[in-house]
């Protein structure tokens, strides 16, 4: 399973926006190797770059939600984190999309969700989560590899082989892949973007699908 957090620079970075033409890549490389994935937007990117939403859509991806607005939603009050998801569902909606029914954080290297965050998370319709730690309520396991989750640098630098390998050895598991990991010329940690823009057609061979198609498979 393929994860993709949709995340644009933040707001005052000296970063240029570069979403658009480096997840245009990703879905045209998922496209070619008959792939499907889980990517997660924030409601403002969603209603300022709409087209890519329906180009996820048209690749077969599952769309998630990060939250309203380009900062981690889980340093906010649990009202807030409901209103802003609530308000993201709202604009994929608009987009005549099905409403997400699945969250991941921008970042995975946090504390578990605790139940508030549980409960803002099912009123807003919320049904799992990817990348989080949960209490009680359902997550999709992250990929590991010698107790990390294959994510950033591991991700990036990882050979392709001992990823498929540790991806067979946990079934239903997701691998977590941001935008900027393909980026060379995103800012910051940015070691090892370059080779893993080239294995990345070779990654994909191995298949991926969306948690939405994992889930549908598993209930056969």
Not at 20 to 27: E, F, K, M, N, S
Not at 175 to 183: E, N
């Amino acid at each position: 399973m393929l994860a993709i957090p949709a995340i644009e620079p933040a707001a005052g970075s000296s970063a240029e926006p570069r979403l658009p033409a480096v997840l245009g890549y990703l879905l045209d490389q998922l496209t070619a190797h008959a792939c499907q994935a889980t990517i997660a937007f924030y409601g403002q990117t969603v209603r300022e770059h709409p087209e890519l939403v329906r180009q996820a859509a048209d690749a077969n991806c599952e769309i998630a939600l990060i939250g309203d607005e380009p900062r981690d939603p889980l340093t906010l009050p649990p009202g807030a984190l409901r209103d802003g998801l609530e308000a993201a569902a709202s604009a994929v909606v608009a987009l005549d999309l099905p409403a997400p029914t699945r969250f991941a954080p921008p970042s995975i290297a946090g504390p578990p969700l605790t139940i508030p965050q549980e409960a803002a998370l099912r009123e807003a319709g919320m049904r799992e989560v990817i990348g989080c730690r949960t209490v009680d309520l359902s997550a999709v396991p992250l990929a590991m590899l010698a107790g990390r989750p294959l994510a950033g640098t591991l991700i990036r630098l990882t050979p392709v082989w001992l990823l498929r390998r540790a991806l067979a050895a946990q079934p239903g598991a997701a691998l977590w892949l941001t935008p900027a990991d393909i980026d060379p010329g995103a800012t910051g940690g940015g070691f090892g973007r370059a080779s893993l823009l080239r294995r990345l057609p070779r990654l994909l061979v191995g298949g991926f699908t969306s948690a939405a198609e994992a889930a549908r498979l598993a209930d056969r």
